[in-house]
């Protein structure tokens, strides 16, 4: 059973646009995390969400933690190609275990 | 920079022949990960060494083996590789609060059987 359900699977979009990507669950997490993960790599981490309603900014990306820390949200500002990749949501099992969702894979075309 | 290195990046072995997949890590934490991800899935768990004290996923299969002689180094060892064991094979890092300090990645090992 897939804990975490991320949408869309794919995204393809051209550079300068916006996307939205979103995380869901139907469990409460203590914390959420973002990771990207770049063809033949392993995942970065991005980001950490604690608080129910919180909303994180990092450069052009602007996370967001639902009220009830069941869902999340990533918003990405005039994408570039560099943004391509997987992005992964995960939430916290316990301190230091995470479930990961499937991910979501972003192309910006140039 | 400290980090976690795994090799090799591509390992190619035959099916039914035993394989060792290494990590090392140069940040001194305390939880080693060892992940199976296969296409458009995600990341599964296989088994996780807190210290010395090793934690296997109760789905993962016997045929998988993971051992860790030291904090630095962790070892996947799969006894006899399945075609369906074709896999990217990632190996993390996290301190015991990883949930919110995050978890630190190697850059994979691509396993392909023939």
């Known amino acids: 059973t897939q804990l975490l359900e991320q949408s869309p699977q794919f995204l393809s979009i051209q550079e300068g646009e916006n996307l939205t990507v979103y995380c869901n669950s139907s469990?409460?997490?203590?914390?959420l995390q973002w990771y990207r993960q770049e063809p033949g790599e392993g995942p970065v981490l991005l980001v950490t969400v604690v608080t129910g309603g919180e909303v994180k900014k990092l450069k052009r990306l602007t996370f967001q933690f639902g009220d009830a820390r069941k869902d999340s949200s990533l918003h990405i500002t005039a994408a570039q190609p560099g943004d391509t990749g997987l992005y992964l949501c995960a939430g916290a099992r316990s301190d230091y275990k995470l479930s990961f969702g499937a991910g979501t894979t972003v192309t910006v075309r140039a | 920079d400290a980090m976690v290195i795994q090799n090799p990046r591509y390992q190619v072995t035959q099916f039914g022949k035993p394989v060792t997949l290494s990590c090392s890590q140069t940040?001194?934490?305390?939880?080693m990960y060892w992940y199976q991800q296969k296409s458009s899935q995600a990341p599964k768990l296989l088994f996780h060494y807190y210290d010395k004290d090793f934690n296997n996923e109760a789905d993962t299969p016997d045929n998988f083996q993971s051992r860790r002689p030291n904090t630095s180094f962790c070892f996947l060892d799969i006894r006899s590789p399945g075609l369906g064991d074709a896999a990217m094979y990632l190996c993390a890092t996290s301190r015991v609060t990883g949930a919110v300090s995050g978890y630190t990645f190697g850059s994979g090992t691509r396993l392909t059987v023939v």
């Open positions: 469990s409460v997490f203590s914390s």
């Open positions: 940040l001194n934490h305390n939880v």
